[in-house]
């Protein structure tokens, strides 16, 4: 069957640190993958999504960027982190006609 | 572009007592649909999903959900709901064939109350 690992579960930063969320699938080959936000009180909202090693479409303009080095795996990163990328971060997986598969999330805390 | 509509943002309901939680959605290509559950301080669980077939979709939990492509609903229900069910429900759809991105609904708080 297949999983999705995302760690770390929770993550306090200072404001212009650097950032590093990852993101493991297993038991399925080339998997899309998503990146998905929640802020306080709002819905999801989709930031990145990939189809391929190396294939990286973002749907926001924003502070934040993703890659995939390695086919079941997805990383998000930031350079220096803004107070505003605080949120409920959530990997996810699918294939055609699956459906979509999350995460447990990653909650960040920017301070 | 598709776009999920929600139509109620909280729903209170006594335990054991039926509940449906309403789900429009908007699109000009076929979709495919779906409904996630989300504990406090958890991931996204999907509940269940319809990609063809039956109108009429049974998933985990006892939910079901019944697409109706004239009315372009997707409304969940449960006959006899549980203290258990609080959370928050979340439609989804996503263009048939496409990359499955899924838009979201903005979500319905479930709270059951004894």
């Known amino acids: 069957s297949q999983t999705i690992h995302q760690w770390p579960a929770t993550l306090v930063q200072p404001v212009g640190s650097p950032l590093s969320l990852e993101c493991t699938v297993e038991g399925t080959s080339n998997p899309n993958l998503y990146w998905y936000r929640q802020a306080a009180g709002r819905g999801l909202q989709l930031l990145f999504y990939?189809?391929?090693?190396?294939?990286i479409s973002s749907e926001v303009p924003q502070n934040l960027s993703a890659s995939r080095p390695q086919d079941r795996q997805f990383i998000l990163s930031s350079k220096k982190l803004l107070l505003s990328d605080s949120g409920f971060y959530l990997c996810?997986?699918?294939?055609?006609?699956?459906?979509?598969?999350f995460g447990a999330g990653t909650r960040l805390s920017v301070l | 572009a598709q776009s999920v509509t929600q139509l109620d943002s909280q729903v209170p309901v006594f335990e054991e007592a039926p509940v449906e939680l309403r789900c429009n959605y908007s699109s000009s290509v076929s979709v495919y649909l779906f409904w996630y559950v989300q504990y406090p301080n958890q991931g996204l669980q999907l509940l269940l999903k319809y990609l063809s077939g039956s109108t009429l979709v049974k998933g985990i939990n006892g939910f079901e959900a019944e697409f109706n492509k004239s009315q372009t609903s997707f409304h969940l229900r449960k006959p006899s709901v549980h203290i258990s069910d609080t959370a928050e429900y979340f439609c989804a759809a996503t263009r048939q064939g496409g990359s499955e991105k899924l838009v979201f609904g903005k979500g319905t708080k479930l709270t059951v109350n004894p």
């Open positions: 996810a997986w699918g294939n055609t006609g699956t459906g979509v598969y």
């Open positions: 990939s189809v391929g090693i190396g294939q």
